[in-house]
C-alpha cells in the first residue's frame, strides 16, 4: 500500500515497471487519473485512457501489468493511495515522459505543473525502454 498528497497542479507520472499492476483511488480531493498502453503488439498501444477520480465518487482504477500510470491534482489537495501487485524496485521502475506529443494527453492545468526531476527527465514514447 502506498499514499502520497499532493497539492493543486501536481503532476505525478507516468511511471512503470515490470509485472507490476496497482489498484488505486483518490480519497480526499480530486485527479485526472492517466495511463498509456505500453504492451507491443496491442491494438492499443500508446494510447491512453484518462478519468477523473475523487473522493466523492469514490471510484478506483486497475491499472494492469504493461501501462504507465500517472495523475495531475484538480483540487486544492488531494491523497491518493495505491495498491500494488509487487514492491516498487528503483533500478527497475521506468518513466514515461509526461508531456509527450505523441501520447496527446490533455492534462488539465493552466501552464506548467508542478513536476518532480525524475518526471521531468521521463522518456518518450519513441525511445522508452518497455517490458515485453
Known amino acids: 500500500d502506498n499514499h502520497s498528497r499532493s497539492g493543486l497542479g501536481t503532476l505525478r507520472g507516468m511511471h512503470f515497471q515490470p509485472g507490476q499492476a496497482k489498484l488505486v483511488r483518490c480519497e480526499r480531493g480530486a485527479i485526472l487519473d492517466v495511463v498509456v498502453d505500453l ?3 496491442s491494438p492499443t498501444f500508446g494510447r491512453h485512457v484518462a478519468i477523473t477520480l475523487s473522493a466523492e465518487d469514490r471510484k478506483m482504477l486497475w491499472v494492469p501489468p504493461g501501462f504507465a500510470h500517472g ?16 514492491y516498487w524496485h528503483q533500478e527497475h521502475e521506468r518513466t ?14 493552466d501552464g ?17 525502454e518497455l517490458y515485453d
Open 96 to 109: 514515461l515522459l509526461w508531456s509527450d506529443p505523441a501520447l496527446g494527453i490533455a492534462w488539465p492545468v
Open 39 to 41: 504492451r507491443r503488439g
Open 71 to 86: 495523475f495531475c491534482v484538480t483540487s486544492e489537495s488531494a491523497d491518493f493511495l495505491y495498491k500494488t501487485t509487487d
Open 112 to 128: 506548467a505543473p508542478l513536476v518532480a526531476a525524475k518526471d521531468a527527465a521521463g522518456t518518450p514514447l519513441a525511445t522508452a
